[in-house]
Structures are given as structure tokens and as C-alpha cells.
């Protein structure tokens, strides 16, 4: 990316970078007065969690996902990215057997698989999962092209995991972040739904990271739920690899979790800017598709990724290229919206003016 980063720094309205993930808004007040009032953490903090962040999980399980679980089977985490990485290692996959993620897929799956010394399968539909399978990951909606697992997907893809006896695990952290159809006035659903395992979690996990609802990347704080014995057995391996969540944290989570208000308000924040950006990409010949959830538009003129991000670098503009993503996605970019309102308007502006894709 290094020189297309050179080439948009050089437009003389200035670089917008777009390419990135990380939020841009404030953290919440609540939030920073809760961690603020908890920092005289002498003591070691608790590898489970507070007794009150666990009951404020299993409590936002239920109000937001529509999920009965215990608070004693759920963990918090020192965000996300460490558990998707770990987890493999965690749960003593190993060489000889096989970690399954998505086809289009945020990169630390395979990462995590590598780690284990396991095989690294991409495969989306559940019927290719090879017999040695003993983790599953699904990503809902999905980084990077927004998609997103319905009722029956999830349920034929935990019927498939247990059939192979392997785990498997949904990655939900852009749940509150739906925009198209059913998604813009329905829960998108969880892999713990009742509609999909009843209520036996058995051989299932749900992880969740505020970072992106509560603009809490920098805390690090996010948590995972589901079967009892598996969070057992990950909290005994996190206690003696010293994997803690900070006391803080864990105080700025317990707030965090019980005020939906700043959660809406990002939303709004995130729906004013896709409505930006979608029609300017559109007007412009670029393709939008999946993209129904999520923080990400994920769009292609069907060239190779480096073209499209070669023109978006000459209009100041930065993108993700799809080759990030696997070799399924060779012709798209990604482009998030989580950049401020000013820079997305100002991207939208050059978009249109300046017909990315128009030849």
C-alpha cells in the first residue's frame, strides 16, 4: 500500500484514508467516568470478570440478541482480535487438524490456524468442511463485504459442526450495525439464537467486541459466550497464560454494556455516512454488493483491486484491496466508513467529481 498511501498524500486537498477500521468518534462519557473512578486496581484482576461484567453480558445477551445465557459462560476478553488469533491454541487444535473460516475473511482467522500448527481452510458452504475440521469460524456480518447469516444458514452451519464434532464459533461484532433489508428493522441473529441451537449451546461460541458500537478499539474490551464447559476450559488455560482484562476495562464494560443510548447514536453516525458514500460510489460505475451490514462498502468495476485502488489513490483517496481478504476477492475494495463526517463528505465530493471508475 505504500505507494498508493505516497500518491493520495500528494492530492492537494489532502489524503483521506478510508482503508481503515478504527473508530473516529468519542468514547462515551459514561464509559470514561466509569474506568476514571476505577483505577486504583491494586489488586490482580479476575481472569473471569467482575461478577458485575458478567452479569451485565448475559444481560445484554438477552436484551440485544435475544439469547438466555449464565453468567458464568461468558469471558471477557482483551478484545477480540487476540481471542480470534488464539483461540485455535486455546481450545488445543493442532497439527493434523483443520481450522474452517470464510472464503472472504478478515485475515487473523487464518493467522490462528497457522499458530496451532493446523490446516487453514476457507469454505463457506458447510457441506465442504473436511472431515478433520475441529473449529469452525462464521463472521455475521461479515468483515469485510458486510454479509450477513440468516436463521437457516446458522442453523444448517451448527448442524454440520456437530455432525464433524468440531467447535464453532461466530464472530458478530457489527450486530448492531444493519442497513438493508430485513436487516435495517430486524436483530440480525446470533449463532446462540434459539432459533438456531434451541437452548443447547453445546459446541457453540458467540464473540462480541465494543469497540465498534461503543468506539472502544483502544480499551481493548470484548467477550465471548456460549457452552459452559468450553468457557470453563478457555478461562483454566487464559488464567495460567495470564490473559486478564484490566480492572478498568472491565468497570468501562459493565457501563458500556447497560447504555443502549450512545450505541443509537453511533448508529445514526454510521447510516449518514454510508448514505454519503454509496451513491457517490454508484454514480461513479462502482458495483456495491453484500455490504447490508457492517461498517464497510464493499465495491468492485470488475478490474484487479490494485487498479481501483490505484484511482482512488489519485483522487487523495485510500481503500482496502480485496487481495487483504483471501484469494476470493481479487476485484474488490473496501472502504470504510468509519472515517469523520467531514472526510467522508470531502470523499464523496472528490468520488463524484472526479469519476473513479468512468472510462
Same mark, same amino acid.
Not at 35 to 56: K, N
Not at 167 to 185: K, L, Q, S
Given at each position: 500500500?505504500?505507494?498508493?498511501?505516497?500518491?493520495?498524500?500528494?492530492?492537494? *486537498?489532502?489524503?483521506?484514508?478510508?482503508?481503515?477500521?478504527?473508530?473516529?468518534?468519542?468514547?462515551?462519557?459514561?464509559?470514561?467516568? &466509569?474506568?476514571?473512578?476505577?483505577?486504583?486496581?491494586?489488586?490482580?484482576?479476575?481472569?473471569?470478570?467482575?461478577?458485575?461484567?458478567?452479569?451485565? %453480558?448475559?444481560?445484554?445477551?438477552?436484551?440485544?440478541?435475544?439469547?438466555?445465557?449464565?453468567?458464568?459462560?461468558?469471558?471477557?476478553?482483551?478484545?477480540?482480535? *487476540?481471542?480470534?488469533?488464539?483461540?485455535?491454541?486455546?481450545?488445543?487444535?493442532?497439527?493434523?487438524?483443520?481450522?474452517?473460516?470464510?472464503?472472504?475473511?478478515?485475515?487473523?482467522?487464518?493467522?490462528?490456524?497457522?499458530? @496451532?500448527?493446523?490446516?487453514?481452510?476457507?469454505?463457506?458452504?458447510? @457441506?465442504?468442511?473436511?472431515?478433520?475440521?475441529?473449529?469452525?469460524?462464521?463472521?455475521?456480518?461479515?468483515?469485510?463485504?458486510?454479509?450477513?447469516?440468516? =436463521?437457516?444458514?446458522?442453523?444448517?452451519?451448527?448442524?454440520?459442526? #456437530? *455432525?464433524?464434532? +468440531?467447535?464453532?464459533?461466530?464472530?458478530?461484532?457489527?450486530?448492531?450495525?444493519?442497513?438493508?433489508?430485513?436487516?435495517?428493522?430486524?436483530?440480525?441473529?446470533?449463532?446462540?439464537?434459539?432459533? =438456531?441451537?434451541?437452548?443447547?449451546?453445546?459446541?457453540?461460541?458467540?464473540?462480541?467486541?465494543?469497540?465498534?458500537?461503543?468506539?472502544?478499539?483502544?480499551? #481493548?474490551?470484548?467477550? %465471548?459466550?456460549?457452552?459452559?464447559?468450553?468457557?470453563?476450559?478457555?478461562?483454566?488455560?487464559?488464567?495460567?497464560?495470564?490473559?486478564?482484562?484490566?480492572?478498568?476495562?472491565? &468497570?468501562?464494560?459493565?457501563?458500556?454494556?447497560?447504555? *443502549?443510548?450512545?450505541?443509537?447514536?453511533?448508529?445514526?453516525?454510521?447510516?449518514?455516512?454510508?448514505?454519503?458514500?454509496?451513491?457517490?460510489?454508484?454514480?461513479?460505475?462502482?458495483?456495491?454488493?453484500?455490504?447490508?451490514?457492517?461498517?464497510?462498502?464493499?465495491?468492485?468495476?470488475?478490474?484487479?483491486?490494485?487498479?481501483?485502488?490505484?484511482?482512488?489513490?489519485?483522487?487523495?483517496?485510500?481503500?482496502?484491496?480485496?487481495?487483504?481478504?483471501?484469494?476470493?476477492?481479487?476485484?474488490? =475494495?473496501? %472502504?470504510?466508513?468509519? &472515517?469523520?463526517?467531514?472526510?467522508? +463528505?470531502?470523499? @464523496?465530493? #472528490?468520488?463524484?467529481?472526479?469519476?473513479?471508475?468512468?472510462?
Amino acid at each position: 500500500m505504500a505507494p498508493y498511501i505516497a500518491e493520495a498524500s500528494q492530492h492537494p *486537498e489532502g489524503i483521506l484514508n478510508l482503508s481503515i477500521g478504527s473508530p473516529v468518534d468519542p468514547s462515551p462519557a459514561s464509559v470514561r467516568e &466509569a474506568l476514571a473512578a476505577a483505577t486504583d486496581a491494586h489488586a490482580y484482576p479476575a481472569t473471569a470478570g467482575s461478577p458485575h461484567l458478567r452479569e451485565a %453480558i448475559a444481560e445484554w445477551f438477552l436484551r440485544r440478541r435475544g439469547v438466555t445465557i449464565a453468567p458464568e459462560a461468558v469471558l471477557p476478553t482483551i478484545g477480540s482480535k *487476540e481471542l480470534v488469533a488464539l483461540l485455535p491454541f486455546l481450545l488445543g487444535v493442532g497439527a493434523g487438524e483443520a481450522v474452517v473460516f470464510p472464503r472472504i475473511a478478515y485475515p487473523s482467522y487464518a493467522i490462528g490456524a497457522a499458530l @496451532a500448527g493446523a490446516d487453514a481452510v476457507a469454505a463457506d458452504d458447510p @457441506a465442504e468442511w473436511p472431515d478433520h475440521t475441529k473449529l469452525v469460524w462464521l463472521n455475521s456480518p461479515s468483515n469485510p463485504d458486510g454479509r450477513v447469516l440468516g =436463521v437457516d444458514a446458522l442453523r444448517a452451519a451448527v448442524a454440520r459442526a #456437530r *455432525e464433524l464434532g +468440531a467447535v464453532i464459533a461466530g464472530d458478530e461484532c457489527y450486530a448492531e450495525f444493519g442497513w438493508e433489508t430485513p436487516w435495517d428493522t430486524e436483530p440480525i441473529p446470533s449463532i446462540l439464537d434459539p432459533r =438456531v441451537v434451541g437452548e443447547d449451546h453445546t459446541g457453540v461460541l458467540s464473540v462480541y467486541s465494543l469497540s465498534k458500537q461503543s468506539n472502544l478499539a483502544g480499551y #481493548r474490551a470484548a467477550f %465471548i459466550g456460549g457452552d459452559p464447559s468450553l468457557i470453563d476450559a478457555l478461562l483454566t488455560v487464559r488464567k495460567h497464560a495470564g490473559l486478564m482484562q484490566p480492572a478498568p476495562v472491565q &468497570a468501562a464494560m459493565t457501563a458500556a454494556l447497560a447504555d *443502549e443510548t450512545h450505541v443509537a447514536e453511533q448508529r445514526a453516525r454510521y447510516r449518514a455516512r454510508r448514505e454519503l458514500l454509496l451513491p457517490a460510489l454508484e454514480s461513479a460505475g462502482y458495483r456495491v454488493e453484500g455490504s447490508e451490514a457492517g461498517l464497510y462498502l464493499w465495491v468492485t468495476r470488475d478490474a484487479d483491486a490494485w487498479e481501483s485502488v490505484a484511482e482512488f489513490a489519485s483522487l487523495g483517496i485510500v481503500v482496502g484491496p480485496g487481495h487483504f481478504y483471501g484469494d476470493h476477492s481479487a476485484h474488490h =475494495v473496501r %472502504i470504510a466508513l468509519t &472515517a469523520t463526517d467531514l472526510d467522508v +463528505a470531502a470523499a @464523496a465530493a #472528490r468520488i463524484r467529481a472526479g469519476g473513479v471508475a468512468r472510462k
